[in-house]
């Protein structure tokens, strides 16, 4: 019988208790000494991980669900309560944590049944608003933007959603954001560089002057759909219209999601949620130098929910 392993790192996120193997560098702000049984535990394995898929797919039975990253390792995400990883001989460690806080994470919340939504959000005069939409439409930009000019950053890249009795309720998931060069440069943020992106080289990770992070669950007040345009229009979304682009632009990792057999699940907890909060399309120029115009319209916005 061998001995359970040591997991010395213990962070409270997503309202839940997890015990790690490994240092979870991008959840610093999210540390804690709560003792107890975890209700989430990260544990290494010096094994190569099971029939892994090679082309970067991911394999569902009776064991859970697992998937493998060439050149830095593979992972088995098991019944909601625990994520092992299987590393490669030359991983980098911010590798491992990546692909732990990211798709790993995201396929556990799906075993729990948790809504994980893609997106970017923060809290503005106490108000929460998460920014959602295809890949590239400036979440992250949009978000600090607003950060810049007074708000708190709440999340950025993935967060868990859940709908509640008074509403719904966004937790809050990152202290730091992501974001291309150029943006950098517009918000005067080069002395906040953590690190370059490990996946794009002129992509980094920023602290932000002011977040959410260690803090609990509030109320989800507004999702925002990010499109492009040549002029600035906010347009209401409702009923099903409202639904199909909120799917559209929050669902993480969709291709995983079909594997495991719960779009169902996910699509009637998206379902219950809209139903609780206002939907609008946010269409703007992409320009940073129209940045300042779409933060007044966010701003405009949330004053009139009240």
């Known amino acids: 019988m061998t001995d359970a392993p040591v997991l010395p790192w213990r962070y409270r996120h997503s309202g839940l208790l997890v015990a790690s193997q490994i240092k979870l560098d ?55 309560r625990r994520i092992l990883l299987h590393p490669s001989l030359s991983a980098d ?38 920014f959602c939409g295809e890949a590239g439409e400036g979440k992250s930009t949009m978000a600090a933007a607003l950060v810049a000019a007074g708000a708190r950053l709440v999340a950025d890249d993935l967060s868990r959603v859940s709908s509640a009795e008074d509403g ?32 794009r080289e002129d992509k980094f990770h920023c602290s932000v002057p002011a977040h959410c992070a260690g803090e609990g669950p509030e109320n989800l007040d507004a999702i925002l759909i990010l499109a492009t345009s040549s002029t600035l229009a906010v347009e209401r979304l ?28 996910q699509g009637a907890l998206a379902a219950k949620i809209v139903a609780q909060v206002p939907v609008w399309q946010l269409t703007r120029p992409r320009d940073l130098a129209a940045l300042d115009e779409s933060v007044n319209a966010v701003s405009e916005l949330l004053d009139t929910l009240g």
Request: proline share 5%; net charge negative; glycine share 14%.
């Open 93 to 130: 460690p911010r590798e491992l944590q990546l692909f732990t806080l990211g798709s790993a994470w995201g396929l556990l919340g799906y075993q729990r049944g948790q809504a994980m939504w893609h997106g970017s959000a923060v809290e503005l005069d106490r108000r929460r608003v998460l």
């Open 168 to 199: 719904a309720e966004l937790y809050p998931s990152s202290s730091r954001i992501k974001l291309w060069r150029e943006a950098v440069e517009h918000f005067g943020w080069d002395d906040r560089i953590i690190e370059r992106d490990w996946m």
């Open 26 to 80: 991008a959840w610093e702000a999210f540390r804690t000494g709560d003792e107890g049984e975890p209700d989430v535990a990260i544990v290494l394995s010096d094994k190569p991980c099971p029939d892994c898929p090679t082309d970067g797919g991911t394999a569902t039975d009776a064991d859970g669900v697992r998937f493998a990253i060439e050149g830095v390792g593979g992972w088995q995400v098991h019944g909601g």
């Open 238 to 265: 409702t009923g099903g219209a409202a639904l199909a682009a909120v799917l559209a632009g929050t669902i993480y990792r969709p291709e995983a999601l079909e594997a495991m057999g719960l779009w169902g699940q």
